[in-house]
């Protein structure tokens, strides 16, 4: 993964009257995720907390890369080089979505998912992935995952209003 590039992951924003989460929009393209706030229907108005990013990887040039991605799309972010580290952090009050990197040293981010779950967390996943095979993900999708992306990918965030 020496070329710096990250894979593919377009996030937007809009609200929906139901819970605090990311999901997909089927309507959108495969890659896109869509913020669902506490607001009502066609409220343009972001009532609660602030969206956020957070980005799990144990490869400081990713978790650097990514940083500066999100904040150039104007997506307030915290990065973390350990899952350990992100459970360790009190949860996000709003709409948050999680950029994890499925190896990594200690908790995984198989086994990250699956805390976060036993946790009752919210916290939608977007896994990244230099080794990714097709049981990996279907049963990262299966358990909830809003995406699996393959690293070495350009990575494009778009903002969906």
């Known amino acids: ?66 940083k500066r991605l999100l904040r150039s799309a104007n ?22 979505c999680v950029i994890v990197d499925v190896q990594m040293p200690g908790i995984n981010g198989i086994d990250f998912q699956q805390a976060l779950i036993q946790r009752r967390r919210e916290e939608q996943l977007v896994f990244i992935t230099g080794y990714g095979t097709i049981p990996m993900c279907t049963r990262v999708m299966k358990a909830g995952a809003a995406d699996l992306q393959r690293k070495g990918m350009k990575l494009a965030v778009c903002l969906i209003c």
């Open 75 to 96: 997506y307030e972010s915290e990065v973390f080089k350990s899952a350990s580290d992100f459970l360790a952090r009190p949860p996000h009050p709003g709409p948050a």
């Open 1 to 66: 993964m020496g070329d710096g590039s990250l894979g593919d992951v377009n996030v937007g924003m809009r609200g929906d009257g139901s819970h605090a989460s990311f999901g997909r929009n089927m309507a959108a393209p495969r890659n896109a995720l869509l913020l669902h706030s506490a607001g009502k229907e066609g409220n343009s108005e972001m009532t609660g907390p602030t969206p956020f990013v957070f980005v799990i990887d144990d490869d400081a040039s990713v978790r650097k890369g990514l």
